[in-house]
Structure formats: C-alpha cells, structure tokens
C-alpha cells in the first residue's frame, strides 16, 4: 500500500508558533513527509483564521488561499486582511500530492505585535538612585565597575479569571520577569544585542497560566547586558553612552467576560535592591541570597529613545543542554578543579545542600590547566569570568548566574563548606537556540572530532550575534569570521533567522559612504573609546554583507533578504568602485587584516602588501559576481548588466596584476591560488596549471596546509573540484602541525583561534590572542558535508527544492554517512568502501551508497563508479557518464547503489 502523505514543520518567518512578530507579510511554510518515492505536492491551500474554533470550523476570517496549484512549500506570503496588532492568526495547509490523495496539517499560529509606537501605553522607567544609597551593601554603577541590580514590581488585583494575558518587554539592559514567583518564559539575554541609537527588540510572551484571580505580583530584575556592561576589549562601560538601564513592560489582560486591563510600566511601579550585587558578561555575577528587596521606592520614569522598538525575529538565547562533569580534584586545600570533558559557553548551576548563612562560594571559569592543575586565566585577559554566591542556610540552595555568560571547560570552586560532590555543580550550554539541521560522521575518530569541534564553537559563539570568541573581553560580532563560517554553519544548524537578525544589525552599521563595518553591531564612538573609526571597509570583513544574504538565499531560497539589503549591498560596491577606478582594490583599506592568522602569522592591521591587496581585489571581483547572479534572481536587469561588466574590469585588473601567464600568482600564497581559482579570477586555459601550482605549494610544505582565516574555507573544496581530492584528504588526515587534527590530538573540544593554539609551534605563544573556542578555522565542515559526504547545492536553483548527490571518496576514509535538515526535509548520504571485490581481485574497490531525497524535491545523483564497471543504480536510469561518475535523476525517496570504486587510482584519472 502507498506511504500516505503527511504535513509537518508549520513555520511562519522560519519559527515555530512565534508570538509578537511584527512582519506585516509573514512567509509561510511546511515539510511533507511520505517514504513513496516520487512523493511530491501538487497543489496546496492555506486557511488563516482568528481563533482555533473558526480554523476547525473552516471559518477563513483572515485569509483562504484557495486551491493553488503549485510545489511550492515555503516562503509563501500571507496575502489575507491586513494584520493588525495583537491579531492572533491560527492557520493550517492542505496539500495534494501526485496521486491526487490530500492531507490536511495540524494547526499552527502566530500572532502580531504591537505594530505602532502608539500601541504602547507603557512608559519606560528606571530605579531611582537613592536606593543604592539606601542600602549599605548596594554597590554604585562607575565607568570601571558594576552596580547593584535593580528590582521592579507592581502589585495589581483580578476579580475573574484570566482568558489571555501577553506579556510585552524591553529594556535598555536585561531582563528577567517573574509573575506570581513563576519565571516568565525560557529567554536568557533578552532583549538582544542591537544598536541601541537604531532599533531596540522587545519580547513577547504568554503569561495566562501565570495569573489568578486575587492578588498578583509581576516583578522584573534589570540586569546590564550589551547596554551598560562590559563590550569589546576597552575596559569601560556604557559603549552606548548611558550606565543607567530602563525597562519598558506591558501586560495585557482578557478576563473571563470581556474586561480588558493593561498593567504597564510608569512611576506607579516600585523599585528596589536584590540579592544579585553585580552581573556582568565579562567580569561575572555576585549574589548574596540573604538579601531580599526591601525599602520600595518609586520608579522613575524616563525619556523614551529615539530608536524604534522592534520584535526579535529570530530565535531566542536558551539553555539547550545540561553537562554533568567528568572529573573533579582538589589540586590544594579547599581548592577544586571541575572539568566538563567540553568548552562551552554558559555558566554552572551551584547546588548547596546545608551551608551555613553567608558561606561565600567562588566559581572561576577557564578554557585549559596550567601544568600543575590550577585554573588557567590568561588568556581570558581582562575578563574576570568570576561568579559569587553568598548562601542564605538552611536547606537546599541552588544558584545559576542571570546575566552572564562565560566560556570554559573548568570551573575552579573555592569557598565550599565541607567536601563538594560531583553534582555540586552542573554546566549550562547558553546559546542562540537555533534549530539543529546536520550530523556526520565518519570512520575516522579525529575527523569526527573536528567536525564536532566546529558544531560545539558555532554553538558557543552563536549567541544573538556571530561572535569571534565566548571566553575573553572580546565577543564582538566580527563580520569576517562570519562570511567564512557561514556555510558550515548552515549544514550543522538552521541559522536562517539568526542571520536574518543579524544582517539587520550589519546594515545599521554601515557607514554613510557605503562602507559594511568590520563588527556588527557596531559599538558607539566617544571620549572613552578608541580604535573604532576605523572598523569598517575591512577587505573580507565588510565582504559578509554580500557573503551572508547570498547564502541564506542560497541555502533557504529565501528572496526577501537580498530584497531587503539590496540598496545596503550597492552602496557597499559603490564605494568600492569610487575608491579604487582602476579595478584593484589598494585604495582605503582600512584596517587591512588579510588572511588572518595565515603561516606565517601577519597579525598587522594597517599594512600594504601585495597579499592584501590581491585579497581586497579577490573578494571585490566575488562580490560583484553574487550581486550579478543576485540581480538576475530578482528580475533587475539593467544592475545585472552593471554588476557583470564591474566583475569583468576587476577581473582583468586582477589577472594583470596578479596573474603570470604560466598559472602561478605574482603572490605565492595558497590562499592567493585559492582565491584566484574559487572565484573564477584565473583565465580558464591556466586553471589547471594554477591547481597545480597549488598542490606543488602543499607539497613543498610536506603536505601542510598554510592559510589563514579568509582561504581556509576554500581549501579543500578547491582542491577537489580541480580534480585533486587525494590532496584535500591528505590535508585532512594530517596530525602534525600545521592541520585540522593538530589540536584534537592536542585535547581540544572545540576550534582553536590559532592553527597552533596551545602550544608553541614556531616559537609562538601569545596569550592575550590565544582563543580556544574560535569557529574560523572549522569552516572546513562545509567540505565534510557537501564533497566528502556529497549533499550539494544545486549550481541553479537555491533552497535545496532541487539539489546534487555528488560524494568525492578519498583514500583514509573506509565510511561517510552525513544527514542534512533543509527546509523541504532531510537529505540522506551514507557511502561506505568495502573489499575485496572478488570480480576485480583488488581491495577495496567495492563502493555502496544510500542516499534519501526528502518528498517535494529531486536530485541530480552523481555514483562514483570507475569507467566500464557495473553499477547498480536500484532502478534510476543513467543519463551518462562525468568522469568518474554515473549521473542519474532521483526523484523523492531512498535508494541504494553499488559500484566499484578506488580512490587511489581516481586520482589518477580524475
């Protein structure tokens, strides 16, 4: 009997069930799910109604689609009654599929936000500075040093019960709401980093199971996050020009009858002090649990910013996962060491089962040891990383930092009463809580571990923002960690809101002249900082304003992003033009940090080189090319033009310049090859003279890799387009340093910053400029996944609807098995070499593979197979032969091939 279809993964603007978007024309989408082979949709109807009872009821106030016929199943616009806000829109699809069956979805919702500054009543309110005068233990907020947070309440009574309740909020700081004692939500950090002087989130929230009828209490602790914390590497506050943190909050009320009541904040609120006596991303948290708010003041109220409150439109900072430790020792007296076997970003939960009243426990957090087992700081630099907990006695006692984060694997505890147990303390995994979308997995222990060490630093740094680092006085938003990490990130996790939010944050950072900025959000400019007028135009960096909307729209087929940023996009091309007239780009390079951290090591900012400005030129041609390609995809002919012939003249100026007439560079560098060949920069009859020249540079470093941050993510796959995917896997396989292996043999569980980290290769260590949880250098996952393991965009049509199966099998590897969620459904590949094959005596010649194309999509497949060798094709037709492959079209489903296969002699004959 046929696999019926289903409907699953209702999504509205990539979220699931979101509340408070503030997206007049949300997108809409869905997966089918059916084990047929062929199974696609053929028509579908969507039906938007304002309650669950009208939806089941088929009553379509907001919107009927009606029947269309179409595959489409995602960014599809509503297209109903204006939305208006608080508009609560409960929705599902009906799909028909190839056999004309229908299915029908569960239900899903959204609902709006408030859509204009005239919806809020709620006026913005501060803590009233005499209550830090009030309280001899507060602690004033300085330009150096943090204060004592603030309290907020406000006591209100409800005579029936309580139909629906949304909780709205933002603040200038951080957040956190408690209704009735209850914790008011799962968000940690909201709302999130923005630039303050331009947009400001706020958050929303369903409290109806919160409150009763009677007496209720809602109280909110402020905390000072990006706002009025510790930002960047100067140590001073207030990036934003203000210490002092403000909340704006707005709960709404339906009783049972009708009545509607709003609860907002104003100087009716109430402030005080807390346990918490300081929280700070960099230097940590104190709390002293016998402390309760007392002495109420009145709130403050307080002018309103200039910038626009905005609802967050990707997913929120959570916990995801809980980590017990591995070990713990007491390295001296009363001194113990916790090691969680991980690196990660977050903080521990202490649990205190009987300590006496003002014990004073001290948690530090490192990445390393020294060598005599004690916690190892330095490269933390300024960032004390340093949570303190005053116990209150009497019974069981947990603790869990609000708002801060660090990055660590060992936790020092100091200050216990008695002898701690291993559960005294848990780790706390803090990140974007971005949907997982990948997994793989190979025969090869370290290269699992590599891969493993790049998901758990995307995780790390991917918190609201894409930063270098989690652990020192640094997590900045650096652009060009970001455009060569973000493929990879694409395959370990769906990042399609997260860099949706972002690229809003990059084009409030862009400068009047055009200029992308090197870090987004950009930090606010003053007597107190310094070094920031320059960071933008950053060749690479500021190139992640073109990187980042080119692949969410390659990868989620998502228009409305190079929509949105295309003015942003030409103004950046623009400058570029107008600055450097002779299609090279040597003019105005800012801080000009090339292929950072390359071998050797330039780590200079404000250099010329010719390697410089060969990567300027390179990445300007590239950009002019995606805009090209971008322009085509959105019907604007006459920009497609104008961006086409800017790719040709830099092209030719990069060719003259950089290009010699036998394939090598004026610049031997690898990243200069690599540069030159991924970006169609090498006249087509050199190309294949300048991938071996490339491969004769890799081998005069006895097969070592040399690149830095910009070339490494086109290393690999590079070489195996060029028909050289024995070098990428001998490059991959390779333990001694300089290579991916390096450091997992070293003990690393996460990327390191440095392709030498921890040790001292070279002669080099350098503390302050030593991270160990450093996403850059694991780009390499997007190889894992789209040429060893083989699942491909296709060149043509973005969003994985249609894609390529093309696994490149390379000597060291007996198994490749790689699982990849797109937005259609999961895309399967698993190969596997096994031997001898007794047709041809030779040893591991013999290849299976099983791959699933998810319903509603097709693959061109691609089987390795050696010429005049039977394959096994479970049923597709052959449509020829490429190389050292058999092509076949595979619609939906799963399927099964044998070939025979030897890398080795593939190499040969590419």
């Not at 509607?260 to 709390?287: H, N």
């Not at 340093?386 to 801060?404: H, K, N």
């Not at 292929?595 to 400005?613: A, E, V, Y």
Request: aromatic share 10%; glycine share 8%; charged share 25%.
């Amino acid at each position: 009997m046929p696999s019926p279809t289903a409907i699953s993964h209702l999504r509205c603007e990539y979220l699931e069930n979101p509340l408070g978007i503030d997206e007049p024309r949300p997108r809409l989408g869905w997966r089918l799910e059916s084990r047929r082979r062929g199974a696609r949709q053929t028509a579908y109807r969507i039906r938007v109604s304002t309650t669950q009872e009208g939806l089941a009821a088929g009553d379509d106030a907001l919107w009927d689609s009606g029947r269309v016929e179409s595959d489409r199943a995602a960014h599809i616009e509503y297209a109903g009654r204006p939305l208006a806000s608080r508009d609560t829109c409960h929705w599902r699809v009906e799909v028909w599929d190839e056999t004309g069956a229908s299915a029908l979805s569960a239900p899903a919702c959204w609902t709006m936000g408030l859509l204009a500054a005239s919806d809020w009543r709620a006026r913005w309110i501060a803590a009233d500075p005499e209550i830090i005068r009030r309280d001899p233990a507060a602690i004033a907020p300085t330009l150096t040093e943090p204060g004592t947070l603030a309290v907020f309440r406000r006591e209100f009574t409800l005579d029936r019960p309580v139909r629906r309740a949304t909780l709205y909020a933002s603040a200038r700081g951080l957040f956190e709401f408690h209704a009735n004692d209850r914790r008011v939500g799962e968000d940690i950090f909201a709302p999130e980093w923005t630039d303050y002087d331009k947009r400001i989130h706020y958050r929303a929230y369903d409290v109806a199971a919160l409150l009763a009828p009677g007496r209720n209490v809602l109280q909110a602790v402020l905390g000072d996050g990006w706002w009025s914390g510790f930002v960047g590497w100067q140590e001073t506050r207030a990036r934003y020009g203000s210490l002092e943190n403000s909340l704006l909050a707005q709960l709404e009320i339906e009783l049972a009858g009708g009545t509607r009541l709003v609860i907002a904040t104003d100087r009716s609120w109430q402030c005080a002090t807390g346990p918490v006596l300081f929280s700070d991303f960099m230097m940590g948290e104190s709390c002293d649990a016998r402390r309760e708010p007392h002495d109420w003041l009145p709130a403050r109220e307080v002018a309103a910013p200039a910038a626009a409150l905005v609802a967050q439109r990707s997913e929120p900072v959570r916990c995801t996962q809980e980590i017990a430790p591995v070990s713990m020792d007491e390295v001296a007296p009363g001194i113990f060491i916790y090691d969680l076997g991980q690196n990660i970003t977050g903080r521990v939960r202490l649990r205190l089962d009987s300590a006496p009243a003002g014990a004073r426990i001290v948690l530090r957090h490192g990445e390393r040891l020294n060598p005599d087992g004690t916690l190892y700081t330095e490269n933390l630099r300024r960032a004390r990383a340093t949570d303190t907990y005053i116990a209150r006695g009497g019974g069981t006692e947990l603790f869990e930092p609000r708002f801060t984060f660090h990055g660590f694997q060992y936790v020092e505890l100091t200050g216990f009463p008695g002898t701690p147990r291993m559960d005294t303390i848990t780790g706390r995994v803090i990140h974007s809580a971005t949907p997982p979308a990948g997994s793989f997995e190979c025969s090869h222990a370290g290269v699992n571990r590599v891969w493993l060490n790049a998901a758990w630093s995307q995780r790390d740094n991917f918190l609201s923002v894409p930063t270098d680092c989690p652990q020192r006085d640094e997590r900045l938003g650096w652009m060009g960690d970001a455009q060569v990490f973000i493929r990879t990130a694409t395959c370990n996790m769906n990042v399609a809101a997260f860099f949706t939010k972002w690229m809003t944050d990059v084009e409030d950072a862009q400068t009047p002249d055009g200029l992308f900025p090197d870090i987004a959000p950009r930090l606010r400019e003053g007597e107190n900082f310094t070094g920031l007028d320059d960071l933008c135009g950053g060749a690479g960096w500021a190139d992640a304003g073109i990187v980042v909307p080119w692949t969410v729209w390659r990868v989620y087929g998502d228009r409305r992003i190079i929509e949105k940023h295309w003015r942003a996009m030409t103004a950046w091309l623009d400058y570029l033009e107008r600055t450097n007239p002779d299609g090279l780009r040597t003019r105005d390079l800012r801080n000009n940090y090339g292929d950072w951290l390359c071998i050797p090591t330039d780590t200079s900012f404000r250099t010329h080189s010719p390697m410089k400005n060969l990567l300027a030129t390179a990445c300007w041609a590239d950009d002019a090319a995606k805009m090209a390609r971008m322009a085509r995809e959105l019907g604007r002919a006459d920009e497609e033009r104008r961006f086409t012939a800017m790719f040709e003249r830099v092209r030719a100026a990069f060719q003259r310049e950089f290009v010699r007439s036998d394939g090598r560079m004026t610049v031997e560098t690898q990243t200069a090859w690599l540069l030159a060949l991924a970006f169609d920069l090498v006249p087509a009859h050199l190309r294949n003279a300048a991938a071996a020249h490339l491969v004769e540079n890799i081998r005069a470093l006895d097969w070592h890799l040399s690149t830095g941050f910009i070339g490494i993510s086109h290393l690999n796959p590079v070489l195996t387009l060029a028909g050289r995917a024995d070098v990428a896997y001998r490059l991959l396989l390779r333990e001694t340093y300089p290579s991916w292996l390096y450091p997992v043999l070293h003990g690393a569980t996460t990327i390191w910053e440095r392709w030498n980290g921890w040790t001292e290769q070279d002669g080099f260590f350098e503390p302050s400029m030593n991270s160990f949880n450093h996403y850059s250098l694991g780009s390499v996952g997007e190889w894992l996944f789209r040429h060893v393991a083989g699942i491909e965009l296709d060149p043509d049509v973005a969003g994985y609807s249609k894609f390529v199966l093309k696994p490149f099998i390379g000597a060291g590897l007996d198994f490749a098995r790689a699982s990849h969620q797109t937005l259609h459904g999961e895309i399967r590949s698993h190969w596997r070499r096994v031997g001898p094959d007794l047709a041809s005596g030779r040893a591991g010649g013999r290849l299976t593979w099983e791959i699933t194309v998810p319903p509603n999509t097709s693959a061109r497949v691609f089987i390795p197979s050696e010429p005049g060798t039977p394959v096994g094709t479970d049923g597709l037709a052959p449509l020829g032969r490429e190389r050292n492959f058999i092509l076949c079209l595979a619609e939906a489903g799963t399927y099964a091939f044998t070939s025979t296969f030897d890398p080795a002699r593939a190499a040969l004959h590419p």
